[in-house]
């Protein structure tokens, strides 16, 4: 998008912004749904933004990715075995899943061109949908809540923010048809943004899910690259929401303290969802 | 220092830096150890720079003053009533030790050019040094540790990054002198840099303090115009570490709940200190 003298920038708002110095464009399209670039940038590696706003980095996708995975894994009072995506064309959720053993998933991304730009320069990530445990269909993911039967243990929600196509995946109405896929104790997470720039989102999120789920918390991690670099999650469940895993394999973010520690929140995150 | 069409940009690499438009350069003066300049920000009010690096914000100053002062006062066995600051020349973290009734504060700032800046643009913090309870000294802070034979409760070491006047700060030297100046049980904390893009300040603040305290911890905070959003503290005492505060008044940020979470360290975090 804005590339000024090798500078790529996301505007956090009119009159503030993060730039990262690029190599190079690799990559700039515009598909049926949104605008996707990638960048080849010095200091964190290949770079892909949608719409402006940056999606992941090679150097810290990590944190994001376990943390939207492997902390509502040691949530499940067993092992989750079939899980959905919505979102996720990267492949960056599904490659999380796999590592943890589950044996089948399904992923639900909107737009194909994201896949196909994630195979070409994200294979890292891209790979997992090679796996024939993962059945990645091009799809609305909306739609499929409401027409599939299938149930699952655990439902991811790896959205963009909720304006443009993601605006649906923080709503009352999509909770609702989440709740009826999931399995007995099963677990639904959403990234809800950053509590710093976005707190509308987060408290819809919240609502949202709060509305629908006997039990809902929210948790956050520090992720370098996106606005603030404090970013939130919501999990909900009818069952009861407490860390259940023993033998926790670390991350390179996630680990035992991280699942105590991550739902610990500021006062300030603590206002928004009650006020 | 960089203002380039009205935005203030702070480097935190040759490829990476965060740009705050300005409608306003409120002074730039060259003193005798550093660079201060004050620009008025659309998004986050006043900004102190020092050396060209955000030192503080109107909006945000609040996370890393009372993470600072109030999460070691809750660690304290009894309430510290005398405590020593080394830097803090904004009057930021006095003032959070006179909200906390502390009885008597020993300020050591080197460079009395940041007090008289922060008086004028930063008053709400820099009025902390009227209050008689402060002892404002305009001295280097790592002479004041050899010469003074003050003992102290709570010792807050609020520097600027380890380049430049705050270099010592971090090193062995410093924490044996710190120590002598600790009443029995008492506490000292001092701000170790972002552990993204600063492993070597925190790895270096931590093992000067292992090597001389029983026991250190780190913990860490989100402070969004701060290098990657993400900031660790350092704290230690020859007294067992661990949460003794009750009736927790919560800040804008520091609360109970952040008073058990912080200290859980991501795993990337408890690599540095491992290594």
Redesign the interface.
Same mark, same amino acid.
């Given at each position: 998008m804005k590339l000024i003298e090798n500078w790529f *920038?996301e505007r956090y *708002? /009119?009159?503030?912004?993060?730039?990262?110095?690029v190599s190079d464009q690799l990559l700039s399209v515009k598909t049926d749904y949104q605008r996707i670039d990638v960048f080849d940038?010095?200091? !964190?590696g290949k770079l892909l933004s949608i719409d402006g706003t940056v999606q992941l980095t090679e150097k810290d996708e990590f944190?994001y990715h376990e943390m939207i995975t492997m902390f509502p894994y040691y949530y499940a009072e067993r092992p989750p075995r079939k899980a959905l995506v919505i979102g996720g064309g990267d492949g960056g959720v599904a490659g999380q899943l796999l590592s943890l053993g589950v044996e089948s998933i399904t992923n639900i991304e909107i737009d194909n061109q994201v896949v196909e730009v994630c195979k070409k320069y994200f294979p890292d990530l891209a790979d997992s949908f090679r796996d024939p445990k993962v059945d990645l269909r091009i799809e609305d993911g909306i739609k499929y809540m409401k027409s599939s039967r299938e149930k699952f243990d655990l439902i991811i929600v790896d959205s963009t923010d909720p304006e443009g196509p993601a605006e649906g995946l923080f709503g009352l109405d999509f909770y609702r048809d989440v709740k009826e896929k999931l399995s007995p104790g099963g677990i639904v997470v959403a990234q809800s943004g950053s509590p !710093?720039y976005q707190p509308k989102a987060l408290k819809m999120a919240y609502n949202s899910a709060r509305s629908v789920f006997r039990n809902s918390i929210v948790y956050?991690a !520090?992720i +370098?690259t996106y606005p603030? $670099? %404090?970013w939130s999650f919501t999990m909900s469940s009818d069952d009861k929401l407490e860390p259940r895993g023993t033998n926790i394999e +670390?991350? @390179?973010? %996630?680990?035992s303290?991280?699942l @105590? $520690?991550?739902? /610990?929140? +500021? /006062?300030?995150v @603590?206002k928004i969802l009650s006020e």
């Open positions: *920038s *708002s /009119e009159n503030l912004q993060l730039s990262f110095r940038t010095y200091d !964190f944190v !710093f956050t !520090f +370098p603030s $670099g %404090f +670390p991350g @390179k973010y %996630f680990n303290s991280i @105590k $520690g991550a739902p /610990e929140l +500021p /006062e300030f @603590k």
